[in-house]
């Protein structure tokens, strides 16, 4: 990763990223770059000017040819060379060394945007522009949401999958989204319920994370005010990882984490770690008509016990099989709270649970 801090203006303007990032807002390099000014408010002010330089320049590109550009390239390259032999042959001063500098970045960023431009879907001649060409950029179109009311607000995404917008908080969008991908970028608290697409991972992007599916329902809260950012799993399997962590001593496996129904991670902005946890309250996971049944068993070995109430809940209970072999359990279990079930699984076979890592760990003994 890019030491950032150290940056001037010629340097952001030699970077391919950032340059990609003024001209293309990606969901993905907005998060970033939001997220690094956050953290580097005194380098604000460099990014800003960085930023207005390469939109002027790009600007400019809309009103010359290719042949054009090539000249005025080739033009300022020979003005580089002639610079350099002139510095290898007189003592400049600082104000000159400055104004080269800078002139070396503005050629560099020159030569990464018309990059960009002639290797644009949309640059394919003077008088044709094809349908596929079209459609890209109706892709880059994007909606922006924001919840201004007192009550959730509903969102229908071009996919089929839905939003429940919190008060206060913004959703961010493509108007279509193009194929193998859906990207949304959210800055508050949002409920998504997202249609199934193997081919087509879901990405919510935060300034902190960056949370993807192929088809589930989760929360996401992540207000700019708050310490914490926080990921909640309704139904499915959801991968949340840090996005672009500032302290470089991170291992990067442990910046990502999987979680499943009734886990939540939450993201500590302070020191930039992530923790699974269940929630405080695990719902049943299913049809109304399964989990209003009531969980019967007579003299039932305590595994099938514990398979149940994993099957039930989506929750993975860890226990010696061996060790309880012999432990058996007569009761039934209603609509009480997993955790309450859990206490009287265990006072009846005089044994104890913990919940570690998003996981339920049981402690015991024999039953013999």
């Not at 690094?36 to 005194?42: H, I, S």
């Not at 350099?84 to 080269?100: C, D, M, Q």
């Not at 302290?247 to 979680?259: F, G, Y």
């Amino acid at each position: 990763m890019q030491d950032y801090a150290r940056y001037d203006i010629k340097d952001f303007l030699a970077d391919e990223a950032f340059c990609r990032w003024v001209l293309h807002q990606k969901p993905a390099d907005n998060a970033f770059w939001e997220n690094w000014v956050r953290n580097n408010p005194d380098r604000a002010s460099i990014v800003t000017t960085a930023k207005e330089l390469i939109s002027e320049i790009h600007h400019a590109q809309n009103y010359l040819s290719e042949d054009e550009l090539q000249r005025e390239l080739q033009r300022l390259s020979a003005a580089r060379k002639s610079a350099t032999e002139e510095l290898e042959y007189a003592e400049p001063s600082n104000t000159w060394i400055s104004r080269f500098s800078l002139a070396l970045g503005v050629l560099t960023c020159l030569i990464v945007l018309f990059y960009f431009y002639t290797n644009s879907p949309l640059k394919t001649g003077k008088s044709q522009i094809s349908q596929e060409s079209l459609n890209d950029k109706e892709n880059e179109k994007w909606i922006e949401v924001t919840n201004v009311q007192s009550n959730t607000k509903y969102i229908a995404l071009p996919d089929g999958s839905s939003v429940k917008l919190s008060p206060e908080s913004k959703l961010s969008y493509p108007a279509k989204f193009v194929q193998h991908e859906r990207e949304v970028l959210l800055n508050g608290e949002a409920f998504f319920d997202v249609t199934k697409n193997p081919e087509s991972p879901f990405k919510v992007y935060t300034s902190d994370v960056v949370t993807t599916v192929l088809g589930t329902s989760f929360t996401v809260k992540a207000f700019d005010h708050d310490k914490d950012v926080r990921v909640v799993v309704k139904t499915g399997r959801v991968t949340v990882a840090a996005n672009a962590p500032q302290n470089k001593t991170q291992e990067p496996e442990k910046n990502e984490l999987v979680l499943l129904p009734n886990q939540q991670v939450v993201y500590h902005r302070d020191d930039q770690k992530m923790k699974r946890s269940l929630i405080e309250n695990p719902a049943q996971v299913g049809p109304t008509d399964i989990t209003n049944q009531n969980l019967v068993f007579d003299n039932a070995p305590v595994a099938k016990v514990f398979e149940s109430l994993q099957k039930r809940y989506e929750v993975q209970i860890i226990y010696d099989a061996d060790l309880m072999a012999g432990c058996q359990l007569t009761a039934e279990l209603g609509q009480e709270p997993l955790f309450e079930k859990l206490g009287m699984i265990c006072k009846a076979i005089q044994a104890r649970y913990e919940v570690i890592d998003g996981q339920i760990v049981i402690h015991g003994s024999s039953c013999k």
